[in-house]
């Protein structure tokens, strides 16, 4: 055989070598393959109890163990309190309905950014997007840590409040330990998901039937005059339902997976008029429990209402509701977190973030950058601020994109009249929302003007620099200052585009 046989024969085997080597790689690729289209593109199918069960489970967490302090103090009597509560639910179903309408016509990912999008164009969804990632969800995420701080030190401080350091520290500790959590493993993130939500229910069932119990024992003193020394005025009005609809929030949570839903056009109107008056019934049957052991003075003086009522009627076994609240409060954090990614994920693929924050993890397929950015952004905004202060700052951000994405619904019906809409609500329904929204955003301002307002207009607003500079003219320069820090994360998180490992 001569040379240039040997050097084809060597070709040859060379060749078998890398076939083999190829075959032997392919089924941990595929498997690669199929576990990050489940991330990416989970693949479940949920039925009406299922889709009820989310409402109620995403809606209610550490909100109600928080917000009926701030609630009485605006209005001052148990009355409108009450009044403020139910009102709060039926506002959230409303603004659901609406939002089960533009998810059944625009079947697209990325909560109100399509909406926006397609009804007003790229400016309204990409400050949406911006003040999402920005301020709305860290917010959210760090006002649950601070209620869960709150509750997890009250016990070790009986009759004073906790110090602001102690509280602001378990709240960090909380967000770094879910943060790692959910950059580990989305499987552990979902487990520890399910036991917290069985966990909320368990506290949520106690108080109620304390109550219930309390009530048929003639405990009523406290609803005599329930309308007495009340203050009424469209400002406390506004700032109480800030409160209140906080612990609504989520009620807009099942758009996110319209796809998944089984008959949506049946069953995501169905989920939603009988998950949200469930919790609406829920909560002011928690708020009259409250009521039962304790007079108005009292609550606004309780440092954690929960603590004070469990203290009151389940003592010497009172140690229960924190432990439970505790539960609650870190599950609503976990799932705040656990959702964090698919945000993240539309805006970096639009182009509208670092392109790095829509990266995945190529040994644990978590979407690891948008998780750490979310809980640095958080621990951020625990340090200047306190409960209330960051209530009525995300309720006042969050309330304008719920305002503008309800008036997309009107302006589509005349705009966009070929889009079919499987799910059609009267039209008295998107119009009542957003004339709500309008007095929400406005009222506070004109009767109780404060700086937290104009920070964060200015802040929205700002993301109008931002859109120019990086995703409109996409000047070169911004482009060497972003490629570099995209590259060396990359490297440091060991992180890959999705469409590497979906694809």
Known sequence: MGE???????GEDKGREDTQSIQS???????LQKQAKLFLFPLWSVGLISGICMIVGTIIGSGIFVSPKSVLANVEAVGPCLTVWAACGVLATLGALCFAE???????SGGEYPYLMEAFGPIPAFLFSWTSLLVTKPSSFAIICLSFAEYASAPFY???????????CLAAAAIVVITIVNSLSVKLGSYLQNFLTAAKMIIVTIIIVSGIVLLAQGKTENFKDSFKDSKISVSSISLAFYNGLWAYDGWNQLNYITEELQNPYRNLPLSIIIGIPLVTVCYVLINVSYFTVMTSTELLQSQAVAVTFGDRVLYPASWIVPLFVVFSTIGSA????????????????????????????????TPAPAIIFYGAIAIIYIIPGDIETLINYFSFAVWIFYGLTILALIVMRFTRKELERPIRVPIVIPVVVTLVSVVLVLAPIISAPELAYLYCILFILSGLIVYA??????????????NPITMHLQMLLEVVPPEEVAT
């Open 25 to 31: 790689r392919e089924p941990q690729t595929t498997n």
């Open 334 to 365: 976990n799932g705040t977190c656990f959702t964090a990614g698919r945000l993240v994920y539309v805006a970096g693929r639009e182009g509208h973030m670092l392109k790095v924050l829509s990266y995945i993890s190529v040994k644990r397929l």
């Open 102 to 108: 533009l998810g059944t016509m625009i079947t697209k």
């Open 469 to 482: 500079l990086f995703v409109h003219y996409k000047f070169s320069w911004a482009q060497k200052i972003s």
């Open 158 to 168: 009986p009759g004073c409040e906790p110090p602001q350091a102690v509280i602001k």
């Open 4 to 10: 240039e046989g040997l050097r084809k024969r060597k």
